[in-house]
């Protein structure tokens, strides 16, 4: 297949290698990869503060910049949720939803592209740590996607997973959430945190930049030790 890649905002400018090792995965698999330059934030920013026009503009430039896409493929769940679920409901009633449920018919978050739509679940690769897995909320609750990412690394020669007491638990970030209610969303990730650190695994994998941001900066600050990387950097060989 051809695939473009949707590299969403935390990814771009945080861990711009979590972009190339989903990149890495697809080619290694035979799938040419495409990135289309005037893509830009999926908007969800916007929409959750409530700030609806300004979101449908910057959806509506994202089904233009995608038109024709055969399939696109996002590093996380959050910006994957926002395009699948949330266009068409933005967009409902105007000229644009149409458009707007036909590339949410298209876009994917990466583990779920792999073993719903490519039916693959090995896929080369070696990782020879105990991990536990993060569901991040949108991935979790809006794609109903869980089973998928364990699948996939349990395939991974070498890997032992573990999982963790709390593995429906929300890590506390939600965007604007954790700048309006900082209190609640430390509060989330001590729960969260606390549960991967009792597993005693040397990383904690995610399918989401934005939850690693946050459980990874409440370890650190809280003397839990544990390393962090996304799944598509374990995939990949790129983890470290």
């Not at 996939?152 to 709390?166: F, N, P, S, T």
């Not at 989401?208 to 990949?236: K, T, Y």
Request: charged share 20%.
């Amino acid at each position: 297949m051809k695939v473009d890649l949707f590299i969403p905002c935390f990814v771009d400018q945080m861990t711009p290698q979590v972009g190339l090792s989903v990149s890495k995965v697809l080619e290694r698999l035979g799938h040419s990869v495409a990135f289309r330059s005037a893509q830009t934030c999926c908007g969800q920013p916007s929409f959750n503060a409530g700030y609806w026009d300004e979101a449908r503009a910057v959806a509506i430039r994202a089904i233009k910049v995608f038109d024709g896409a055969e399939a696109i493929v996002g590093p996380t769940g959050s910006c994957v949720a926002m395009m699948r679920a949330f266009y068409p409901e933005l967009l409902a009633g105007t000229p644009h939803e149409g458009a707007a449920r036909d590339l949410a018919s298209r876009v994917f978050e990466l583990s779920e592209f792999l073993v719903e739509k490519l039916g693959v679940v090995d896929v080369g690769a070696r990782f020879p740590h105990r991990v536990t897995y993060h569901d991040g909320c949108h991935g979790l609750r809006e794609l109903r996607i869980k089973e998928a990412p364990r699948k996939l690394l349990r395939a991974v020669e070498g890997l032992e997973l573990v999982e963790c007491d709390e593995p429906e638990s929300c890590c506390g970030f939600g965007g604007l959430f954790s700048v309006k209610f900082p209190m609640i969303s430390t509060a989330m990730a001590e729960v969260k945190g606390e549960s991967l650190a009792r597993t005693g695994c040397d990383y904690v994998v995610s399918g989401d930049p934005s939850c690693q941001l946050q459980l990874a900066g409440w370890m650190a600050r809280n003397g839990r030790q544990a390393r962090f990387a996304h799944i598509a950097e374990v995939l990949a060989g790129d983890a470290t």
